[in-house]
């Protein structure tokens, strides 16, 4: 096959936003809370570094979907532009369906060179409620603020080996929060892990209408190897939760990923025959393949679960 190497033009950038997905709306939620995780690292010479991007969460029947801001904003926008995915894949922050379907989570993640889709049991979140006291309160003299305008209460809870310490508000009925977190009689306002490395703070809350959906997979516009283009459908690669979870651990734990973030997989061009290069809204050049983006930057890998 001709290797062929795309820059993102006019024309390669509009091949690319005619890539279609099977996309299912499973339901549509009647507000979206936005929220911002930062997740406390370090750089490959060990110098200690924030990472930080936006995700939202919906629900609707008891299902609650916790994405990437930048895949809800294009949902409402329309268009796709992969390079503004590269926080999500230099974080390791997928697309999780709590609920769907019923009594499963179901996860979608990015990991060169393959998209997942991960499946495990709803485990229920055996939740503590610290102090019924609310956020903004005097408690032994010390004052909080409220967190996005809400006045919240705490709880801690043990999840997947991770101590969370969370604030929640009764204001708003909605048993949810980021990622997998949720089951509190109200919506998770603040979650941080007993070392402080993982934070999810609301940011906004949107009373709007918007559709959830689910992609079962997706049609890439890749090249031929014949100087013309086709659609390639691209499925996820299907694995256990907890499987996943033990390879991510070992590829991305590894010292050489800081070094060389696609040492545990074969050349891009030796194995795609091309690579696509686009361009995030400041302008950074990012590298990927049938849409999975290629960590450029890697920090150090810190998982959201022990286990």
């Avoid at 890539?19 to 936005?34: L, N, P």
């Avoid at 408690?139 to 801690?156: H, P, V």
């Avoid at 590894?254 to 690579?275: E, I």
Wanted: proline share 5%; net charge neutral.
């Amino acid at each position: 096959m001709k290797k062929i190497l795309i820059f993102f033009g006019t024309l390669a950038l509009a091949l690319t936003m005619a890539a279609q997905a099977q996309r299912d709306t499973i339901g549509v939620s009647k507000f979206t809370a936005i929220y911002r995780y930062e997740c406390k690292t370090a750089d490959a010479e060990g110098q200690p570094v924030t990472d930080s991007m936006y995700i939202a969460v919906q629900t609707s029947g008891g299902i609650t979907k916790s994405f990437p801001f930048e895949e809800y904003d294009r949902q409402k926008k329309g268009g796709s532009r992969i390079a503004d995915g590269y926080l999500a894949a230099q974080m390791h922050m997928g697309t999780i369906f709590t609920n769907y379907p019923e009594g499963r989570i179901t996860t979608q993640e990015m990991l060169y060179p393959y998209r997942y889709m991960t499946d495990e049991p709803l485990e229920k979140q055996d939740w503590t409620l610290t102090e019924r006291l609310r956020v903004g309160e005097q408690s032994s003299g010390i004052e909080q603020d409220s967190i996005c305008g809400y006045a919240s209460l705490s709880a801690t809870a043990k999840y997947h080996g991770l101590t969370w310490h969370v604030y929640y508000t009764e204001d708003v009925p909605a048993s949810i929060g980021p990622w997998k977190l949720g089951g509190l009689p109200g919506l998770i306002t603040k979650a941080t892990d007993a070392k402080g490395i993982h934070t999810f703070t609301l940011y906004g809350f949107h009373q709007e209408e918007t559709p959830i959906i689910f992609t079962q997979y997706v049609n890439w516009i890749v090249p031929d190897g014949r100087g013309k283009f086709a659609a390639q459908r691209v499925d996820y690669q299907k694995m256990k939760a907890s499987k996943f979870l033990a390879y991510k651990k070992k590829v991305l734990g590894n010292s050489r990923y800081l070094k060389d973030p696609t040492y545990y997989a074969a050349d891009p061009m030796d194995t795609f025959g091309y690579v696509e290069n686009s361009y995030n809204s400041a302008g950074g050049s990012v590298s990927s393949v049938a849409g999975v983006v290629i960590v450029s930057n890697p920090h150090q890998y810190q998982p959201l679960e022990l286990k």
